[in-house]
């Protein structure tokens, strides 16, 4: 007989008879867990995944953004864009020429909406569009969580010069007008007309 063996006869004999060898056990305690929904970032990031295989061309963020205050108006302009461009937005000083609705929609359907409502506007030579999400009474709100969104979007968007809360009878802090740059394909009709008036 092997060291083994009798090291392992040894053993049992050291533990008696009336040991049981362990069993797995079949009473299992179930562990309750605070089952709470999703918040809609953690949903928009989420299905943002989801989605990125089917659109690539879809590169907006549903990263955490900073909440705007309910009652704070939106703007900004990118450098180079003239102050007055974004006061004539701020006061409807444009026409909308094309308008996108996206209130009550979850953040991730805004998104999208929103990347091809930009997309679509500057690809048809659009310069001034209107945004209308709605507005909340307070902080985090939907619609104050979307427009907080919103603006991040915006920035992101390459076509994007400005954009400006809307002034009181087109919506308030409920609309965001947005000021697009020409397409390549509207300054080449530009150059053209103004050749043409000199020749």
Known sequence: ???????????????????????KSRDKIALARNQTSPSDAQLARRESAQQTS???????????????????????????????????????????????????????????AVFGFVRDAYEHDLRSVLIVHGRSR??????????????????????????SSAPARQGSIGATFVMLRKSERARSRNRERQQKRRG
């Open 1 to 23: 007989m092997s060291y083994a063996a009798d090291d392992y006869q040894a053993f049992r004999e050291a533990l008696g008879n009336d040991v049981q060898p362990l069993t």
């Open 54 to 112: 089917r659109d690539e061309r879809d590169f907006l963020s549903d990263e955490f953004v900073d909440l705007i205050g309910a009652h704070d108006p939106i703007e900004f302009r990118r450098d180079g864009i003239q102050l007055g461009v974004l006061e004539r937005l701020r006061h409807g000083g444009y026409d909308a020429e094309a308008r996108l609705h996206i209130m009550r929609m979850p953040v991730i359907e805004c998104r999208r």
């Open 138 to 163: 307070e902080d985090d709100g939907h619609s104050n969580i979307v427009r907080s969104y919103l603006s991040h979007w915006l920035q992101q968007l390459e076509p994007v010069q400005a954009f």
